[in-house]
């Protein structure tokens, strides 16, 4: 064992929440887990970081199947995710196959200290916490541990093998299962990305008689004729000479995979144009399209500004750019920082964007986690019309400034210039009208809607929760609604000196990596601006001096932690090497006599 893990012996605190999914209607206590390797997983269902680690959970699950048990804390952050049936859907449409407590108070997450979705908590079969990371990428680490454990309680007697609690709900059957996105094809029909279905299908313009399916339904990246596709979401279709060019019609993006590919409309055959089926996590952003790694790509669009295809790539925050021409990738806008900045392109902040229209001349992008529309231009610089950053939204019509929107998935070009938003975590479909700045909204009570397509001058909308399209659209409907915050409680800092500490201890066998300069990367930053008055900006340690400035209550530290670690083994010519990253939006309240240290766990015991 680690020694940041034989420092600390802390028992587990109680799972406490409103419920649980997937265990039969039984509730779950920490005893009844004795004698197995306990790994919660604090989680929120917008989070795309979140959804990384689900899948990166999916093979240590697995090959630890008789001795760990998972189990999904679920702490939301928006007030949609509070509601336990967006919760019951979430978890289907997410595949998650453990027990997930429900914690709509955030009462666990507070009893285990958390400060950051995803978090990952190691508890060892006799009931104490052993281990902490923050983010995603830990996987190697949390095997490393496992097996420790594994080794350690099997010769102390205290590790029991069997089967855990995980009841599987009754498996669904409908046409559609969570659609995510959908495109009018040149012949009138619709073709929409069927996410938990792992496929394409093709629907009459009715937008329910069933054409043809592409993809077998099973989770997988085989090209061809009977392709397989992981969460597929957004569509976009390339002009005609393009296609000529490129031998297919439409490029998909591949979200689970990280990929984007290419299907042809006339044989249904499905090649792989952009990625490498990796996660991005650092380097080249630009060069050939098969050697760029991308990350979670939510959605596409044809750009004319930049003939070439925009990518939303939600899993670090920026915008891509595919030329399947020539066969490139190139950063569009962004700088993997996740928050809300506008100006040039390469030094816009943004929020897990997940939708994308274009006008002809106008980008228009939703940012989820922002609850924000914004707009890049042709000379690629970023504007925001609605949404005020990471922690406000809500559901308010009038004009953009003080209009609110809660975590929308998807916009639609207009022919009149306004765009449609498929505000997902309210239920409605609302419209921005750029000549008057105002917003309106023009549907309700859409169960998670998540794009819309015009169809002979008509909206059809893709409302996701209820596996089918719809035509929903009823103008006049004005709502003043609330303005809500995220319910996370803050974190008590005092004025003055502050030290913001970022915990990481390498993986055992494994050692910070200094090979080409420092190993690790901070970069702080605060809302608003003043609330720092020294500290803030990069830096190579994971230890940080702040001066918090007089005069706040409260603010947000924007904090983005980096390191990198290869095997700790001499002998090896070529060492595996990681590179582990989280960001963190702490919510603060400055208090005169508040705390004077700020530890953030990365990976670790704070010892």
């Not at 095997?143 to 609690?165: N, S, Y």
């Not at 760029?292 to 003939?307: F, Q, R």
């Not at 609605?386 to 004009?399: A, N, Q, S």
Request: with cysteine.
């Amino acid at each position: 064992m680690t020694t940041a893990r034989r420092r600390a012996r802390v028992r587990a605190p109680e799972l406490v929440g409103r419920g649980w999914l997937n265990t039969g209607d039984q509730d779950i206590t920490l005893a009844q887990l004795r004698g197995k390797v306990v790994l919660l997983d604090f989680w929120t269902f917008c989070c795309i970081n979140c959804l990384h680690v689900l899948d990166e959970l999916r093979p240590l699950e697995a090959e630890f199947a008789d001795v760990l048990v998972t189990i999904g804390v679920h702490s939301p952050k928006f007030v949609h995710e509070a509601d336990p049936d967006a919760l019951v859907a979430a978890v289907e449409r997410y595949e998650v196959h453990h027990p997930v407590l429900d914690d709509p108070e955030l009462t666990t997450w507070q009893n285990y200290a958390v400060k950051a979705w995803p978090t990952l908590v190691v508890v060892d079969p006799e009931g104490y916490v052993v281990h902490v990371a923050a983010g995603e990428g830990h996987v190697d680490a949390l095997r490393q541990v496992i097996t420790e454990l594994i080794a350690e309680h099997e010769a102390k007697g205290t590790l029991h093998r069997g089967d855990g609690p995980y009841v599987a709900p009754p498996p669904p059957d409908t046409a559609l299962r969570f659609p995510a996105k959908a495109v009018l094809t040149p012949a009138g029909t619709l073709l929409v990305s069927d996410s938990a279905h792992h496929s394409l299908v093709e629907l009459a313009a009715d937008g329910e008689t069933v054409l043809r399916r592409v993809g077998t339904g099973e989770r997988g990246r085989a090209d061809g004729l009977e392709p397989t596709f992981s969460e597929p979401a957004g569509i976009a279709l390339l002009p005609p000479e393009v296609a000529a060019t490129t031998g297919y019609h439409a490029v998909v993006a591949d979200t689970v995979n990280h990929l984007l590919r290419g299907l042809n409309l006339d044989t249904g055959e499905v090649t792989t144009v952009a990625g490498t089926g990796e996660q991005w996590r650092d380097g080249a952003t630009d060069g050939p399209a098969d050697e760029i790694p991308l990350t979670s790509p939510w959605d596409v669009v044809w750009w004319e500004p930049a003939n070439a295809v925009a990518i939303a790539l939600a899993g670090n925050h920026t915008l891509g750019l595919f030329d399947p021409v020539a066969g490139r990738l190139e950063r569009l806008a962004g700088t993997t920082v996740e928050g809300l900045n506008d100006g040039p392109a390469d030094q816009a902040f943004f929020a897990q964007t997940s939708g994308l229209a274009s006008d002809g001349e106008r980008l228009w992008l939703v940012d989820s986690e922002t609850s924000a529309l914004r707009w890049l231009d042709p000379d690629r610089t970023v504007h925001t019309a609605v949404g005020k950053g990471l922690f406000d939204f809500g559901h308010r019509d009038g004009p953009a400034d003080q209009a609110l929107l809660q975590h929308p998935l998807g916009v639609t070009a207009l022919p009149d210039g306004s765009v449609a938003i498929a505000d997902t975590y309210n239920g409605a479909v609302r419209r921005y009208d750029p000549a008057t700045g105002e917003v309106s909204t023009i549907a309700t009570d859409v169960a998670e809607p998540s794009d819309a397509v015009l169809v002979d001058g008509e909206l059809v909308v893709v409302a996701s929760a209820a596996h089918r399209l719809e035509r929903p659209v009823a103008p006049g409907v004005r709502i003043t609604g609330d303005a809500h915050r995220v319910r996370r409680p803050p974190t008590e800092i005092g004025v003055g000196e502050l030290e913001l500490a970022v915990v990481f201890t390498p993986p055992t066998g494994q050692k910070l990596d200094d090979r080409y300069g420092p190993s690790t990367r901070l970069e702080i930053t605060s809302s608003p601006p003043g609330l720092l008055v020294g500290g803030a900006g990069v830096g190579t340690d994971l230890v940080r001096g702040l001066r918090v400035a007089e005069g706040f209550t409260e603010g947000v530290l924007h904090v983005v932690a980096q390191a990198a670690s290869c095997t700790d083994d001499p002998a090896v010519e070529h060492p595996v090497c990681k590179l582990t990253r989280q960001d963190w939006g702490v919510p603060v309240r400055i208090t005169p006599d508040g705390p004077s240290r700020l530890p953030l766990m990365m990976g670790g015991l704070d010892g």
